[in-house]
């Protein structure tokens, strides 16, 4: 393991003196690094608007997930408290800046570089005679008959406008049909229309051109009120609060109430509202009245109002060479292809280092156990498994054919929902056995576990990972993949499959820690050992790799580690509410975070005490809802080869980054790590070090 540098030793600090970072403006800064890439020249252009497209998703969910509370505390003028009137301000500024960012790329960068490159989204103005004609046809053949415009009046109040979508405002002179005076009429844009159509072009041209669907619409807007006259008008999207909550100790059935649930989830409490630049002040002002909103909450954006559906337009673009390169990922490295896992297993432990490393091995796994006439029963926990999933075909099979299946599906998996419902149904539908994991927690372990009879005897096969039992995002994210037949560590998942179904007590368990009964208690523990090696001169080391840090006990406890000299790093890719670096409190902790082409997820948990090592993987980010509110699960690794190889790829490499990474800062500012490294005058500096690329290069198919 790579050692850090110690800081000087301070006079240590009472923790409880630590001021926490803002866990909101924390994600914020998350996103304002993703938006960095859309910055970089040297991405790819199609690839920099697809994360200018991802930024925008992320604060659809910031919105959606944690802001009605701080604009619940603006509107009753709340003054105390963690969500206050100025919590709402702070925040509203800063995602103002940032949406301001974003848009100032795309007009001013990314939509010229396109138009250099024959790219074009073309305004109405610009539109060639036979473009404007197609656009005409279009409107009339495929857009207008699904269109309902409602002018305002007592009998026709302000439409129910679902979250997320879009829709024009528009102000009409004259009178209606029935010589009335109602001026302002709603018109709601279908989902079901692509957000992005190709227009005609010259002969042998090799020129892309587009027109966006509110550019189309603009341009006949007058169609939709004969006789009347458009005098103002604006697009316009509102995003509501979209988190469900069900109390499950008063349902009776689960799957039944969100079901019920998800139909409310498109009307939710309105957060934001979204309008074209020009907008006029009084449309925007009736907008914010009829939504409740206080004027922080309208966005005026210069472009589309949900640069989420630029994805659209990128899949539509036919320019290879403004992509990515595309990434193999290879074969995993201790697996030969057409060898049994079962016998490979019984040989010792499997690491997947996914994605540089192919899902398609897990999924290999399983058919295997499901094709095996000796595997008996199947377990597996289900979180999220996306659309028309392989797996859960397989599981299905496996009840066809004869094996015992038991499936716990995470029902309150945020947005996946509706998908775990149905399959759900589906596997019950064949005869599987499917729980949803106990009353109040969300099972969050990632767990597949094979029964198989060899002989008299049966023997445990297990797949445990960071990650979820999707096939994309098992592509796009970094996580890692455990297989192993260790007696003691797959009888231990057993007991978990066995309590999650009974709800029976746990006995006690041989190798993993479990949330929320194990896990948080056995962090600290190791924590407090590490700070009292330190304390009495040992050697003690903690490298740390999640997704969010944000446990205010936790981040105590390292500070408390980091007074008594405990050397920590911590790898976090996105909240992290602990300050690095703090003179008495945080000298001996540095954090840093990953953002690159591929998505961090793993979690990596390292420990050295003296000349006692441990290394665990788990399920959980170090936050207090996964700590407490969930099942999760870690898992040490022991075999040394293995866990010389996590430390190496997880942990070391990314320690020495210095092409992706940003370092915290004491004040929550963020700071790339190229612009940290001291570089003598006269002399080179470091070689560049991108942990991504090396390890994609490492591991990618030479095929």
């Given at each position: 393991?790579t ?9 240590p ?8 970072l ?6 914020l ?13 040297g ?13 925008s ?52 960068q ?40 409602v ?21 009409l ?36 051109h587009?027109?966006?669907i509110?550019s189309l619409?603009?341009?006949h ?29 008063e349902?009776?059935n ?5 079901r ?44 589309p ?44 432990d ?28 199947i ?24 094996k ?12 996946d ?25 969300k ?12 002989g ?13 039992y999707?096939?994309?995002?098992a ?9 192993t037949?260790?007696?003691?560590l ?15 007590r ?46 205010e ?12 000299g ?21 000298d001996?902790?540095q ?20 000349e ?18 969930r ?6 690794v ?50 560049p070090?991108?942990a ?12």
């Amino acid at each position: 393991m790579t050692q850090r540098p110690s800081a000087k030793r301070s006079k240590p600090a009472p923790s409880a003196a630590i001021k926490f970072l803002d866990r909101d403006h924390s994600i914020l800064a998350f996103n304002e690094r993703v938006l960095d890439w859309a910055r970089r020249p040297g991405v790819p252009l199609l690839e920099r608007l697809r994360y200018l497209a991802i930024v925008s998703s992320n604060l659809d969910e910031f919105f959606e997930v944690r802001m009605a509370p701080h604009v619940n505390a603006m509107r009753a003028n709340e003054q105390r408290g963690p969500c206050t009137v100025g919590s709402y301000r702070s925040i509203s500024e800063k995602v103002q800046q940032l949406v301001t960012e974003q848009y100032a790329i795309l007009n001013e960068q990314l939509l010229p570089q396109l138009e250099k490159r024959g790219i074009r989204i073309v305004a109405h103005a610009e539109r060639s005679p036979a473009q404007r004609r197609a656009v005409r046809e279009y409107f009339t053949r495929e857009v207008q008959p699904l269109l309902m415009p409602v002018g305002l009046d007592p009998a026709h109040p302000f439409p129910q406008v679902a979250n997320k979508t879009l829709n024009f405002i528009v102000r009409l002179s004259g009178k209606d049909a029935f010589g009335r005076e109602n001026e302002i009429a709603i018109v709601k844009v279908p989902r079901a229309l692509p957000r992005y159509v190709r227009l005609p072009v010259a002969k042998r041209s090799k020129q892309q051109h587009f027109v966006s669907i509110s550019s189309l619409i603009r341009a006949h807007l007058s169609d939709l009120f004969p006789g009347r006259q458009v005098t103002e008008f604006s697009q316009f999207r509102v995003t509501r609060h979209s988190d469900l909550a069900v109390d499950e100790e008063e349902v009776k059935n689960l799957r039944t109430a969100l079901r019920l649930g998800l139909q409310q989830r498109h009307y939710g409490e309105a957060l934001r509202l979204e309008v074209s630049a020009g907008c006029s002040q009084y449309l925007s002002d009736f907008l914010l009245g009829q939504f409740g909103l206080p004027d922080e909450a309208l966005y005026r954006v210069a472009g589309p109002v949900n640069l989420v559906r630029l994805n659209q337009l990128i899949d539509q673009i036919d320019m290879p060479a403004l992509r990515f390169d595309r990434y193999r990922p290879g074969w995993p490295a201790q697996l030969t292809a057409g060898q049994s896992f079962f016998e490979r297993l019984q040989q010792g432990d499997v690491l997947i280092h996914q994605p540089y490393e192919s899902f398609d091995a897990v999924l290999a796994f399983l058919r295997e156990a499901v094709e095996d006439p000796d595997v008996l029963a199947i377990k597996q926990t289900i979180y999220r498994t996306g659309a028309k999933s392989e797996l859960m075909a397989l599981l299905r099979e496996a009840v066809r054919r004869g094996k015992e299946v038991t499936v716990v599906v995470e029902l309150k998996a945020r947005y996946d929902e509706e998908a775990n419902i149905d399959y759900a149904e589906r596997l019950e539908s064949v005869g599987a056995q499917v729980v949803y994991g106990v009353v109040g927690l969300k099972t969050h372990a990632k767990m597949l576990l094979v029964i198989r009879r060899e002989g008299k005897a049966m023997r445990r096969y297990a797949h445990l990972s960071t990650g979820n039992y999707n096939p994309w995002t098992a592509r796009q994210y970094t996580d890692l993949s455990h297989l192993t037949a260790d007696e003691a560590l797959t009888k231990d998942i057993d007991h978990v499959f066995v309590h999650l179904a009974s709800q029976n007590r746990l006995p006690r368990l041989n190798k993993v820690m479990i949330a929320p009964f194990h896990l948080h208690k056995g962090m600290l523990e190791r924590l407090e050992a590490a700070a009292q090696a330190a304390a009495r001169g040992r050697q003690a080391r903690v490298v740390l790799k999640m997704n969010a840090l944000t446990d205010e006990i936790l981040c105590r406890s390292l500070a408390q580690a980091s007074q008594a000299g405990v050397k920590i790093d911590a790898i976090v890719r996105g909240a992290c509410i602990l300050p690095a670096g703090v003179p008495g409190l945080t000298d001996n902790i540095q954090v840093r975070s990953i953002i690159g082409r591929l998505l961090e997820h793993s979690r990596v948990f390292y420990f050295k005490i003296g000349e006692h090592e441990e290394l665990w993987l788990s399920s959980a980010d170090w936050m207090n809802r996964n700590m407490l509110r969930r099942i999760e699960l870690a898992w040490p690794v022991t075999d040394p080869s293995l866990r010389q190889r996590i430390i190496e790829e997880c942990l070391d490499i990314y320690l020495a980054d210095n092409q992706d990474a940003w370092l915290l800062q004491p004040d929550g500012r963020y700071v790339p790590a190229d612009q940290m490294i001291a570089k003598p005058r006269g002399r080179k500096g470091p070689e560049p070090v991108s942990a991504q690329s090396m390890l994609m290069a490492r591991h990618g198919s030479k095929g």
